[in-house]
């Protein structure tokens, strides 16, 4: 009878397995499915997995359920079939390899990726559902791995603890850094890990084993806890739609001596190994005898190494740091204090921004507040608005509004886009699902919502508590000031208002609406919002003619005429057209004055004369006079 696993690793080190899910795939089963599923739908296959890791010398077999936890079947319509994956999951390891291995009960995050609000109460109750299966099914311990927050991993740790005393492994994913990616130092998340009953601490996924052994230099294991480690064959390539792994199994042999004796106890691999690599670590670990004191090999190259200052280069004053700009109250700030207007200016769909920037300067005359503009709108391809943002601070001097869809960015873009307009400057977003791409003028392209725009809003506040969307630190904090889209031009007003109260309080700052073109409704919205206390910029857009109108009415959504407002603009075309648009739009602000304080003025194809006229007409109805109280710094 073989000992307890705590038992074991005092006297040699184990051998993990290695990956299922990237194995799998390099095996012909496709990506997108829940591998999972396969412990009752393919049984023989994932069987033959662990039979296939332990002829290549794995004792330390990690059950194939590492997602088969309620919320991340239920992305496959599985939440009800948990219970009968872990259990599968379990049996069918036990059944594939010998007696002297330990099957140890794979448990994942849950909040890694786009899950990462998901409330504390939900977690744990996955947790337990998923963990408790496990141990009934027999499992010898458990392992948490990839988890990236050491708030999570104390959680699932404790769910352990307070259903059953066997070992536990628990294991963060590492990018090389010294810390946990919601910021915590990894000495004092190991200390802590320690005191709540973690008999080993480790590491595995996103980093191969440099990125994992320069993370163990940096820590001390906790007395009489042991590392373990699981690295990646690198990081995966893409080539003609097949993802590969550049490290060979040789290159795991070396390092698993390396890892030995920084003190792993349990050495295995992850994404992109092989029964080929877990062979190798096999062949490179057989007789090896612990007892070499962890951190005394052979330093690796490191931050203080020559070659790493080498590659430093620091521009003469760069180093200085720079007083935070003065750029004036934000526009929530305002719109608290007096009438604010934002006004909308489509980027141009052509390479010519002289109109654009032709109209920019306008407005900025008229003293519009901040100038706003839309990311692809009804998916039509048009210039990028970051870029044109910048334009707008530094050549013309005022404040841009970036919309930012759903659609366009998967995850990594959408960070990536969020991170370059703060290092712009461009701290006013709004946060909008986008029209689906194929109808508009690339009908082939696809239509991405990796997010929604309630997680898009979450996300985006996190990066302003100086989190990464994978919840990795980012050193600094963002500013951004976020917006939300709402549509009161609907039947139930009501539940528009119930949707737009989920965005507050995924941290909305400030709400914009449709054009509105019905009177009455202001008063029917301010009515149904007046328990809220963020501040809402009512949409205004001066129609341009009778086609216009029909248009507007009939074929986009979202926008709605009154009877009134179409018989009005009737037989009306060119200048007459335009005219009796902006004359509708007064009236139309005149009434919106009365309940709200922000004005969205959206500019109908680039006849931005229309919006700067309406702009100066809110000064002259609000009385405004002095144009320099709140000025806008570049």
Same mark, same amino acid.
């Given at each position: 009878?073989?000992p307890?696993?705590?038992?074991?690793?005092?006297?040699?080190?184990?051998?993990?397995?290695?990956?299922?899910?990237t194995?799998?795939?390099?095996?012909?089963?496709?990506?997108?499915?829940?591998?999972?599923?396969?412990?009752?739908?393919?049984?023989?296959?994932?069987?033959?997995?662990?039979?296939?890791?332990?002829?290549?010398?794995?004792?330390f077999?990690e059950?194939?359920?590492?997602?088969?936890?309620?919320?991340?079947?239920?992305?496959?319509?599985?939440?009800?079939e948990?219970?009968?994956?872990?259990?599968?999951?379990?049996?069918?390891?036990?059944?594939?390899?010998?007696?002297?291995?330990y099957?140890?009960?794979?448990?994942?995050?849950?909040?890694?990726?786009?899950?990462?609000?998901?409330?504390?109460?939900?977690?744990?109750q996955?947790?337990?559902?998923?963990?408790?299966?496990?141990?009934?099914?027999?499992?010898?311990?458990?392992?948490?791995?990839?988890?990236?927050?050491l708030?999570?991993?104390?959680?699932?740790?404790?769910?352990?603890?307070?259903?059953?005393?066997?070992p536990?492994?628990?294991q963060?994913?590492?990018?090389?850094?010294?810390?946990?990616?919601?910021?915590?130092?990894?000495?004092?998340?190991?200390?802590?890990?320690?005191?709540?009953?973690?008999d080993?601490?480790?590491?595995n996924?996103?980093?191969g084993?440099?990125?994992?052994?320069?993370?163990?230099?940096?820590i001390?294991?906790?007395?009489?806890?042991?590392f373990?480690v699981?690295?990646?064959?690198?990081?995966?390539d893409?080539?003609?739609?097949?993802?590969?792994?550049?490290?060979?199994?040789?290159?795991?042999?070396?390092?698993?001596?390396?890892?030995?004796?920084?003190?792993?106890?349990?050495?295995?691999?992850?994404?992109?190994?092989?029964?080929?690599?877990?062979?190798?670590?096999?062949?490179?670990?057989?007789?090896?005898?612990?007892?070499?004191?962890?951190?005394?090999?052979?330093?690796?190259?490191?931050?203080?190494?020559?070659?790493?200052?080498?590659?430093?280069?620091?521009?003469?004053?760069?180093?200085?740091?720079?007083?935070?700009?003065?750029?004036g109250?934000?526009?929530?700030?305002?719109?608290?204090?007096?009438?604010?207007v934002i006004?909308?200016?489509?980027?141009?769909?052509?390479?010519?921004?002289?109109?654009f920037?032709?109209?920019?300067?306008?407005?900025?005359?008229?003293?519009?507040?901040?100038?706003?503009?839309?990311?692809?709108?009804?998916?039509?391809t048009?210039?990028?608005?970051?870029?044109?943002?910048?334009?707008?601070?530094?050549?013309?001097?005022?404040?841009?509004?970036?919309?930012?869809?759903?659609?366009?960015?998967?995850?990594?873009?959408?960070?990536?886009?969020?991170?370059?307009?703060?290092?712009?400057?461009?701290?006013?977003?709004?946060?909008?699902?986008? *029209? !689906? =791409?194929? +109808? /508009?003028? &690339?009908?082939?392209?696809?239509?991405?919502? %990796?997010?929604?725009? @309630?997680?898009? $809003?979450?996300?985006?506040?996190?990066?302003?508590?100086?989190?990464?969307?994978?919840?990795?630190?980012?050193?600094?904090?963002?500013?951004?000031?976020?917006?939300?889209?709402?549509?009161?031009?609907?039947?139930?007003?009501?539940?528009?208002?119930?949707?737009?109260?989920?965005?507050?309080?995924?941290?909305?700052?400030?709400?914009?609406?449709?054009?509105?073109? *019905? !009177? =009455?409704? +202001? /008063?029917? &919205?301010?009515?149904?919002?007046?328990?809220? %206390?963020?501040?809402i @910029?009512?949409? $205004?857009?001066?129609?341009?003619?009778?086609?216009?109108?029909?248009?507007?009415?009939?074929?986009?959504?979202?926008?709605?005429?009154?009877?009134?407002?179409?018989?009005?603009?009737?037989?009306?075309?060119?200048?007459?057209?335009?005219?009796?648009?902006v004359?509708?739009?007064?009236?139309?602000?005149?009434?919106?004055?009365?309940?709200?304080?922000?004005l969205?003025?959206?500019?109908?194809m680039?006849?931005?004369?229309?919006?700067?006229?309406l702009?100066?007409?809110?000064?002259?109805?609000?009385?405004?006079r002095?144009?320099?109280?709140?000025?806008?710094?570049?």
């Open positions: 009878m073989k307890d696993l705590r038992e074991a690793l005092k006297q040699r080190v184990l051998v993990g397995d290695g990956a299922m899910g194995y799998l795939y390099q095996r012909g089963l496709p990506v997108g499915i829940s591998y999972e599923e396969l412990n009752l739908l393919k049984p023989e296959v994932i069987a033959d997995v662990h039979r296939r890791y332990y002829k290549a010398g794995a004792r077999i059950t194939n359920t590492f997602s088969a936890t309620r919320e991340k079947l239920s992305k496959f319509g599985l939440e009800q948990v219970e009968a994956i872990n259990r599968a999951g379990v049996e069918l390891a036990r059944r594939a390899v010998g007696q002297d291995a099957i140890i009960g794979a448990v994942g995050s849950i909040r890694a990726g786009k899950r990462k609000n998901i409330r504390t109460s939900q977690v744990k996955d947790l337990l559902q998923q963990i408790g299966s496990l141990l009934e099914a027999g499992v010898d311990g458990i392992v948490l791995e990839t988890f990236y927050d708030e999570e991993l104390l959680i699932a740790l404790r769910t352990v603890r307070s259903l059953d005393s066997l536990v492994v628990c963060f994913a590492t990018e090389g850094s010294g810390s946990t990616h919601d910021g915590v130092p990894l000495q004092e998340a190991f200390r802590r890990l320690q005191d709540a009953g973690a080993v601490i480790g590491f996924c996103r980093s084993p440099i990125g994992i052994l320069r993370t163990m230099e940096k001390d294991p906790p007395e009489n806890t042991p373990s699981f690295p990646n064959a690198g990081i995966p893409y080539v003609d739609g097949v993802y590969t792994y550049a490290a060979t199994p040789e290159y795991f042999a070396e390092n698993a001596v390396k890892f030995a004796d920084r003190g792993a106890r349990i050495i295995g691999g992850c994404c992109g190994t092989t029964p080929e690599h877990i062979e190798a670590i096999s062949r490179a670990l057989a007789g090896y005898v612990p007892g070499t004191p962890a951190g005394k090999a052979e330093p690796l190259p490191s931050e203080s190494s020559p070659v790493r200052e080498r590659s430093l280069t620091v521009v003469a004053g760069s180093g200085e740091k720079k007083p935070p700009e003065e750029r109250p934000n526009l929530v700030d305002l719109v608290k204090q007096r009438p604010t006004v909308e200016l489509d980027p141009p769909r052509d390479l010519d921004i002289t109109k920037l032709e109209g920019a300067e306008t407005l900025k005359q008229a003293h519009a507040d901040a100038l706003t503009m839309a990311d692809n709108s009804l998916a039509m048009r210039m990028s608005n970051m870029p044109l943002g910048f334009l707008l601070r530094e050549r013309v001097g005022i404040r841009p509004l970036l919309h930012i869809a759903c659609r366009d960015r998967n995850l990594i873009g959408t960070q990536s886009h969020l991170m370059g307009l703060h290092a712009l400057g461009i701290d006013h977003v709004l946060s909008v699902t986008g *029209d !689906p =791409a194929r +109808f /508009g003028d &690339l009908p082939g392209s696809s239509s991405v919502y %990796d997010l929604t725009s @309630f997680e898009m $809003i979450r996300m985006i506040k996190q990066l302003n508590e100086g989190i990464a969307f994978s919840g990795k630190p980012l050193k600094r904090k963002a500013n951004f000031v976020v917006g939300g889209a709402l549509n009161p031009n609907v039947k139930h007003l009501d539940k528009a208002i119930q949707r737009m109260e989920r965005k507050i309080e995924a941290g909305v700052d400030y709400i914009m609406t449709q054009p509105i073109y *019905d !009177p =009455a409704l +202001f /008063g029917r &919205l301010h009515e149904a919002t007046r328990h809220l %206390d963020v501040p @910029f009512v949409g $205004i857009m001066p129609l341009m003619s009778e086609g216009n109108a029909v248009y507007l009415h009939n074929e986009v959504p979202g926008i709605q005429l009154s009877d009134e407002v179409r018989s009005r603009m009737a037989g009306l075309k060119g200048e007459e057209g335009r005219a009796m648009g004359r509708i739009a007064k009236e139309l602000i005149d009434e919106a004055l009365k309940y709200f304080n922000g969205y003025l959206m500019t109908p680039m006849f931005y004369g229309m919006t700067a006229e702009t100066e007409y809110v000064w002259v109805k609000s009385g405004r002095d144009f320099h109280l709140y000025p806008f710094s570049k």
